[in-house]
């Protein structure tokens, strides 16, 4: 079943729960916010810790090809040069030279325009000239003071013939916009006025490092996590006695100066992502080992790794391993969409890059995305630092050492073939074939790369509901509820006492919290109704809530266990309420 974007309306509702609860809060509110930057609350950074934590889990520590890393924030400035990100690493930004000054990155005006209320009020009056005029000479005046025909109402004369024949909101727009004589002018989706050719403008954050405020002293704050564990590659590899294919994780803060940080926490200039650089053998090494390389097939069984997997089968075995993670977390197959990028799309290192896009309430947009980069970001870094990054790899010298010149040249003729096919030199070829032959090469890369935050806004988006319910007496309710993962949700259990002025009662309930606390994060809420009590639980994705009431103390000793997303209740004994919560929410 195709499931449907979310409304709007949705995300509001999201953002208003999140405030409330304590998930997520504007960074500096008292001093009016800062726009790119949240804070996590006491429910949100739980659930952070917990979508990081399964990360961690499934990614490094459940692996034994998978080691771990940490790096610092701050590195030297040459990791930023060899990694091309001093260079290149910039969005297209524009500045409205109208009344608002304010700076957008180019390719997202149409994206602001859309959600605007100035967009709204323009539907409104297409192919209405008369409105449209009457509209700039007034309220205009306020919604869209840049606009040209606001500023200069006698043009409306010479476009009013036009104005009656636009059907494109978009087109009105520009031609509401446009200064007479001018053409191919980008208008401030914010006031109307006229923005400036697009400018690539540096995403990296400066600062600078000790006391001199030298230009020689200039640091930056990492824009990615993944160029530290290029840079680590070489010392964790002989630390950890890994050799191709194995792979470095990492879970960090990094930081761009996106120009127009938007939608709620999914871009933001401080956030977290957590990645994996997944080294492998170039294909050539898999061919010369195992005397081919496996083909990928839609029969391709990618349940386990085979020593004669290439790059191809590396990139869908991360595929569907980041997929298998996204499930095992609560969202469904059909709530994204893998988006294979298409070759004039792709970096020119790239040989693949698969988005993975989830339906979020403002349109699908990239969750992650999992990279094939080549050999491409070691090659740069052992030109740079002038460290080698190549690993010698005995198997494949002895594999070499078995053939004929014959079947060496051989060898070598196809491979200078397909890399020329490729678009690289003979020379080039010739040169990697060299060092292939002693048994040596700089190792290719899968990089499956997620953001935190984004991760969690999907969560939240797929878990919200708000549930109309009718009780016996026919009475409508409605119950708000996070269907999160247990994995997850921030708080795993709801432990209750039935009432409070019952000692022994409240001492036994008071008991079983403690046990279950020090497996998982649990609640105790002792106040109000019971129902009630459910329904704060629900609002917050507890996914389980216990009860003791007087049977536990007078009868069989069992309590009552309740299902979040079912509402069924149980009667379980408490030796059984440890080992099945356990199940339910350890796995
Ligand atoms: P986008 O095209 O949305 O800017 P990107 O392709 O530049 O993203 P990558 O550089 O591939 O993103 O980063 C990997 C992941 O890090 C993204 O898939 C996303 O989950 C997360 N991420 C990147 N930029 C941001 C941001 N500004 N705020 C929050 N998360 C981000």
Redesign the pocket.
Known sequence: MEKKEAPKSALDALVSLCKRRGFIFQSSEIYGGFA?FWDYGPLGCEMKRNIKESWWRFTVRDREDVEGLDASIIMHPAIWKASGHLDTFS?PMSMCKGNCRKLMRADQIWDVFEESTLRETLAGMLGEAGKIATWCKGKGKSAAPGLYTVQHPEYLEKIFEQLKTITDVKELFILLATPEGETNVLPCPNCGGVMTEPRPFNLMFKTIVGPVEDPSNVAYLR??TAQAIFAEFANVMVASRQMPPFGIGQIGK?F?N?VT?RNY?????????M?VEFFIKPDEAVELLCGHVAPLTDETDLSEPQADWGWECWHKYWVEQRKQWLVKNGLPEDSFVEYWQKPDELAHYARACV??EYRFPFGV?????I?ARSDFDLSRHQEHSGKSMEVFDEPLKLAVKKLSDEEKAAFRAKTVAEWEARGKTAEAANAFLDRLFEGRYIPHVI?P???????ALAMLCNAYEEQKLVDEKGKEDIRTVLHLAPAIAPVKVGVFPLVKNKPELYALARDIFKKLQRRYNCFWDESGAIGRRYRRQDEIGTPFCVTVDFDTLEKDGTVTLRDRDTMQQERISVDDLIRRLDDLILG
């Open positions: 790119g969005d824009p990615e990094s761009r996106e940080p926490i999914f871009r933001s200039r401080e956030f977290e992502q990645e988005d993975i947009q990239e969750l992650e995305g990279a990089e790369s997620a953001g935190v935050d984004r991760m």
